[in-house]
């Protein structure tokens, strides 16, 4: 069975909903988590943990090579260089369709409130049977046909930092926000974590009305 996680937490700059939507009041890279929630036998970053920092590398989709370095760092913490109110981590597979179907809400999401501080992260989970080479080619191929303007990033090197937020096994489709202050103050995870309602959530930690 897979479970739906929606739970939210305070953090500067980005206060926490209640279920009925109402607000309560409530480092370069930042220091190794304290991880409260165990999934697949390992812990999980859940909300009030900070979030783990970790640099990886952007998707080039035209020439399916990998780009400049993406710290979480550059957005949110103490010494964030383009400090964005909330920061959407969302982790997704290239064979994992409804990770897929998860990306134009996305990219959406991103289009409409990036002035108001919204940073979207699409993060690249590999399979440990997948080809390397392949998962990185593919990620780029997605990154074109879905016309995603925010960035895609890709770890060559290893999975652990996924793990921490996804779990292991992983359970996917995972969404985790993460306020300017470089905590986690929401996930979405699971079948069960629809997109309609992730638009929701965004839009209530960063205090958009939707226009009616």
Known sequence: MVVLFVTLATCAGVKPVTADGTAQDAQREPKPPVLGEKAGGKRR???????????????????????????????????????KHLLLLNFFAVWCAACLEELPVLEALYREHGEAGLQVLSINVRG???????????????????????????????????????????????????????????????????????GGVVRRLLGVEVQR
Do not use: M
């Open 45 to 83: 970053l859940v909300v009030g943990d900070k979030a783990a920092g970790f640099g990886l590398a952007v998707v080039e989709p035209a020439k399916g090579t990998l780009g400049e370095i993406v710290w979480l760092s550059d957005f949110v913490g103490p010494q964030a260089k383009h400090p």
């Open 128 to 198: 440990r049977q997948e080809q390397l080479n392949q998962a990185r080619e593919q990620s780029a191929k997605i990154t074109s046909t879905y016309g995603l303007t925010y960035p895609v990033l890709f770890d060559p090197y290893t999975t652990r930092t996924q793990s921490l937020y996804v779990g292991d096994p992983a359970v996917l489709p995972c969404n985790v926000l993460v306020g300017r202050d470089g905590r986690v103050v929401g996930r979405l995870q699971g079948k069960e974590a629809r997109p309609d309602e992730l």
